[in-house]
């Protein structure tokens, strides 16, 4: 390991208003790392398309290799949805979930993306 880096938390103003929040834990400035740590956090975050969203969304890094500065990597998350809650005018949604996210540029030109 070359070093681990606690990073954030960042904060963006969404569209049109609240906010999200970047923060985690990664081992190396290179490319990830199993086990790396991205938290995306949603704070009554409007962009404009008339829903206001409020989540927490945990991306952990199950497999990594290649290079992210010659743009061809295999990357596989986890990602965990936590409280995720989208309001519009009509009604509001609730949900919890998981799923394994894979994105596969070592194919180039071809980008696979996998939920």
């Given at each position: 390991?070359?070093?681990?880096?606690?990073?954030?938390p960042?904060?963006?103003?969404?569209?049109?208003?609240?906010?999200?929040?970047?923060?985690?834990?990664?081992a190396?400035?290179?490319?990830?790392?199993?086990?790396?740590?991205?938290?995306?956090?949603?704070?009554?975050?409007?962009?404009?398309?008339?829903?206001?969203?409020?989540?927490?969304?945990e991306?952990?890094?199950?497999a990594?290799?290649?290079?992210?500065l010659l743009?061809?990597?295999?990357?596989?998350?986890?990602?965990?949805?936590?409280?995720?809650?989208?309001?519009?005018?009509?009604?509001?949604?609730?949900?919890?979930?998981?799923a394994?996210?894979?994105?596969?540029?070592?194919?180039?030109?071809?980008?696979?993306l996998?939920?």
């Amino acid at each position: 390991m070359l070093y681990n880096k606690t990073f954030g938390p960042g904060t963006f103003v969404c569209s049109v208003d609240g906010a999200t929040t970047v923060s985690g834990d990664v081992a190396s400035i290179f490319g990830f790392a199993v086990d790396d740590l991205i938290v995306v956090e949603s704070s009554d975050c409007d962009y404009g398309f008339g829903k206001i969203v409020n989540d927490r969304m945990e991306f952990t890094v199950t497999a990594f290799s290649g290079d992210t500065l010659l743009t061809q990597f295999l990357l596989q998350v986890g990602a965990v949805l936590i409280d995720f809650e989208v309001t519009s005018t009509v009604d509001t949604v609730f949900s919890n979930g998981d799923a394994l996210v894979s994105v596969d540029t070592t194919g180039n030109p071809l980008v696979a993306l996998a939920i």
